[in-house]
């Protein structure tokens, strides 16, 4: 994949729950390969009606939306559910992690129905807890972690399939300021390793640390769209962990 091929083109999207304003209004986005975008707008903006519209768990009333080839609003139910185990992964503000399953098992999970062996899908797994410095937890429960820890989880979950695009919800919107300061270097690194990243977020540190690019949503419409230097804003720690 070169790094200017589009992973997610919204085009002229509108969407509307019943009884409200248009949630999002002739929205059109292009997001490419190797971005790392932070989706800004106060509460009732449209954000997360956004990400659910890419991540294929909600339609657009009309507009279309194209994530790495894939026509997402024209899936049916079934093909919405591929789509998502091979080409998003998601991490969300409260984890969504199943507790009755260790660590290693929450992480292998997306891997199911995806072809790939059980014994492989553990390994990769392991591999992928070591990389994010909590390999020491594989057999624990989540209940047992910290928050920061958990979102590790749920990232290392997220990236299972290696999946074109991380999408995240407010991932460090119930975190303390280490932990959240933990996820902000995380998706850094992820970034600086050529991930796609798209974070929705009303946190603005997060926004100037991690994104190449920040996109304002203000009642359903873009309201401005600006490519950034992550890190440069003053007393951003770390900053220079993406200069690599
Ligand atoms: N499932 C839903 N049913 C009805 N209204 C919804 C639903 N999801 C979102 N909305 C409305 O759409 C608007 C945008 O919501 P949302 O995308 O969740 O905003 P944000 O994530 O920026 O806080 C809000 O007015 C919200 O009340
Ligand atoms: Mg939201």
Known sequence: MTMTEPVIELDGVHRRFVDGPAALCDVSLTVRAGEAVAILGPSGSGKSTMLNLIAGLDRPDAGTVTVAGVRVDSLGEAGAARYRRAKVGMVFQFFNLLDDLTVLDNVVLPAEMTGVGRGEARRHASGLLDVLGIA??????????????RQRVAVARALMNRPPLLLADEPTGALDSASGEEV???????HADGQTVVVVTHDESLAASCATRVVRLADGRIASDTRVVPGAAAGVEGAGAVAR
Do not use: D, I, Q, T
């Open 184 to 190: 902000r270097a995380l998706l850094r690194e992820l």
């Open 136 to 149: 020491r937890h594989a057999r624990a429960y989540p209940g047992r972690l910290s928050g920061g820890e």
